[in-house]
């Protein structure tokens, strides 16, 4: 009997770790994955508007924000949020930190890479002169590190936004050595 109840409870453990690390990045509680077509109907269904070149308008929080989802090989594999208009650098500093904290909060979340911007930190003379790059990156719990959110600063025409990035590394192409 003892035998039959160890069998069960390792067998119960063996499927909850399977059952795990089966998950999908998602955004909007929408996965990324299957179809072009099966998440943009998601995608619609919750209000957001088709635009040209798989783009879709919608909000975040109550902020208008663009959608570009990709594919390859016909399974979604990155959904990219931008800014539906450029902020100031100060504004741009904020919303990055924010997201920063906000993600390094979330036990959902393991963190990769990423620091702070200082309030003090000139952009456009970094970003332009320096080449330096503002960005964080997180894996995804319970994806088998096969979900990773990322974001950076990005200048917007003469103003800056934060760009974040959703990605299902299972559908992105893979990188070949030449």
């Known amino acids: 009997m003892k035998k039959i109840a160890l069998s069960l409870l390792l067998l119960l453990a063996v ?3 399977f059952a795990q690390t089966n998950e999908t990045i998602k955004f909007l509680g929408i996965p990324i994955d299957g179809s072009y077509q099966e998440f943009t109907k998601e ?54 930190n924010t997201k920063l904290l906000t993600y390094r909060s979330d036990n959902r979340y ?7 911007v200082s309030k003090e930190t000139r952009l456009g003379y970094d970003m332009e002169v320096r080449n330096k790059v503002y960005d964080a ?6 994806t088998d590190n096969k979900g990773k959110v990322w974001f950076r600063i990005e200048q917007l025409g ?21």
Do not use: C
């Not at 783009?55 to 959904?79: E, L, Q, W």
């Not at 393991?110 to 702070?116: D, I, K, L, R």
């Not at 990156?137 to 319970?142: A, P």
């Open 15 to 17: 499927t909850t770790v």
């Open 43 to 96: 995608l619609t269904r919750k209000g957001w508007k088709a635009e040209p070149g798989q783009r879709f308008m919608g909000t975040i929080n109550g902020m208008p924000r663009i959608a570009t989802v990709s594919f390859y090989k016909r399974n979604v594999d990155r959904v990219m949020v931008e800014y539906d208009k450029a902020v100031s650098e100060q504004q741009a500093i904020e919303d990055f």
């Open 110 to 116: 393991v963190y990769e890479h990423g620091e702070n």
């Open 137 to 142: 990156s997180f894996f995804v719990k319970d």
């Open 158 to 178: 003469s103003g800056y936004q934060v760009v974040t990035y959703y990605d299902n590394l299972n559908n992105r192409p893979k990188k070949t050595v030449l």
